[in-house]
């Protein structure tokens, strides 16, 4: 079964630093791949998302991801953090021919003036 | 286009009691699922329909969990006989058959079983 770990249940940050937040999956064939953000109290948010085709995606409100096949791996950055990207972000992965996603247990992004 | 709408907010019940959740998915979209989210955790799959029919129940969906699709359109989440475990946010999300667009997510019901 499709596992997704997220390294780092809390990520800070100053504005205007850079943001990564780390994303590993565990399946041999690469799944779809999906970055989330949750603000307090609400639903989850697409950032972005990884299904064929360049590696490199981009999302809204500057995120982006690179896919690394060969790292397993589907990091998120921003290059300015800003006050208002503090938020819950998880990542979550789909195997190709499976409807349901499976969601790593979240990384809580702190910003700090 | 609305997006996907969840009620009730929250609730507060006893334990013993039932609930039931209702989502209205984005009319367009003929899959709905429910996810449960507690806290410092991802959220966890329980069920997903496509259309009115169920077609996966995760094993964390007990007895005294039931949900239903009638005719594909909005769906309700039951829990009978709660219990304090059963406190979580609970969320409803819906999306199109083919699967690559991810999934739209409603705000979720905040269940607190006292």
């Known amino acids: 079964a499709q596992s997704v770990t997220q390294l780092g249940s809390h990520v800070s940050v100053s504005e205007g630093a850079l943001v990564l937040l780390r994303c590993n999956y565990s399946s041999s064939v690469p799944p779809y791949l999906f970055w989330y953000v949750q603000y307090p109290n609400q639903g989850l948010q697409l950032l972005l998302k990884?299904?064929?085709?360049?590696?490199l995606v981009k999302g809204i409100n500057g995120f982006e991801a690179e896919f690394k096949k060969s790292e397993t791996s589907f990091h998120l950055t921003k290059p300015s953090a800003h006050m208002s990207d503090a938020a819950e972000y998880f990542c979550a992965a789909r195997d190709s021919g499976y409807s349901t996603l499976t969601f790593g247990k979240g990384t809580m992004l702190l910003v700090s003036p | 286009d609305t997006g996907v709408s969840q009620n009730p907010r929250h609730k507060i019940t006893k334990r013993g009691q039932n609930v039931t959740f209702r989502c209205d998915p984005i009319?367009?979209?003929?899959?709905l699922y429910w996810y449960r989210q507690t806290l410092g955790q991802g959220p966890e799959f329980l069920t997903y329909f496509q259309n009115e029919a169920q077609l996966e129940k995760s094993r964390l969906l007990s007895d005294r969990f039931s949900a239903e699709r009638p005719k594909g359109s909005f769906s309700t989440l039951e829990i009978q006989r709660t219990e304090q475990g059963d406190s979580a946010m609970y969320l409803c999300?819906?999306?199109?058959?083919?699967?690559?667009?991810?999934?739209?997510f409603g705000s979720g019901t905040r269940l607190t079983v006292v």
């Open positions: 990884y299904t064929t085709g360049a590696t």
């Open positions: 999300a819906s999306s199109l058959e083919r699967g690559t667009d991810g999934y739209t």
């Open positions: 009319s367009e979209h003929n899959r």
